[in-house]
């Protein structure tokens, strides 16, 4: 496609339940991030893939977090027994090359608006 | 830990008016810096990158700054108009790490 597509693009869920985030990235990019943007807290790194694995999770706030890509193109985060904590937006973002270049770009998408009731 | 910091928090300003957004990080080993903008409801849109040997880039009314050895980023945006007005982020590419660190942002207000 043209650009980073997530969805859904507004979800509500209750305490307790679990959620899927899904996004699509550019036709072509390697690299895939996952952020997290909360209020007070600014936007956070989650997890990076590389193709399909992920050499950095280092941002993942829990063990109720996980992402894994397919195909070297979608990829899905799931939150586990939501808490309201985790009220916030997620943004995927992708980029052509991933590691070690200079000039890399990543490009965001529009962010799914989680609300934990 | 790399560390990014923007003033101000906030900035109002009347049209027309020449102004300056600060970025600042405390680890110089980046691979490059990068500019954004984000409008209420929406994603980041990139404005600007500039790679670790470079001093500057423009963009239209755009200029960024970048002084490695300081740990310092500029953004001057000339003769501001009322659809500028947005969040500006500038965020840290550590090749290292493989991940943007972002500053806390900027939230720019032109009045018509």
């Known amino acids: 496609g043209a650009g980073v597509s997530q969805s859904p693009s507004n979800k509500v869920t209750e305490k307790g339940k679990d959620v899927e985030l899904r996004c699509d990235p550019i036709?072509?990019?390697?690299?895939l991030y996952w952020y997290r943007q909360s209020l007070g807290q600014g936007l956070e790194f989650l997890i990076y893939?590389?193709?399909?694995?992920?050499?950095?999770k280092s941002g993942l706030p829990s063990d109720r977090f996980s992402a894994e890509r397919t195909g070297g193109s979608v990829s899905t985060l799931t939150i586990q027994r939501t808490q309201q904590e985790d009220s916030a937006v997620y943004l995927c973002?992708?980029?052509?090359?991933?590691?070690?270049?200079?000039?890399?770009?990543?490009?965001f998408g529009p962010g799914t608006r989680l609300l934990v009731l | 830990k790399q560390e990014v910091t923007q003033i101000p928090a906030a900035l109002s300003v009347p049209e027309g008016e020449n102004l300056v957004l600060n970025c600042s990080f405390t680890?110089?080993?980046?691979?490059?810096l990068q500019w954004f903008r984000q409008d209420p409801g929406k994603g980041l849109t990139s404005l600007l990158l500039?790679?670790?040997?470079?001093r500057e880039q423009t963009s239209g009314r755009l200029n960024a700054s970048l002084d490695k050895s300081s740990g310092r980023s500029t953004l001057y945006i000339a003769a501001s108009q009322p659809g500028d007005s947005a969040t500006y982020l500038c965020?840290?590419?550590?090749?290292?790490?493989?991940?943007?660190?972002f500053g806390t942002g900027t939230l720019l207000a032109v009045q018509p």
């Open positions: 973002a992708s980029s052509l090359q991933g590691a070690g270049l200079t000039k890399e770009t990543q490009y």
């Open positions: 036709s072509g990019h390697t690299a």
């Open positions: 893939f590389q193709g399909n694995s992920a050499p950095d």
């Open positions: 680890d110089s080993a980046i691979y490059n």
């Open positions: 500039i790679q670790s040997s470079q």
């Open positions: 965020a840290v590419y550590g090749g290292a790490t493989n991940k943007l660190i």
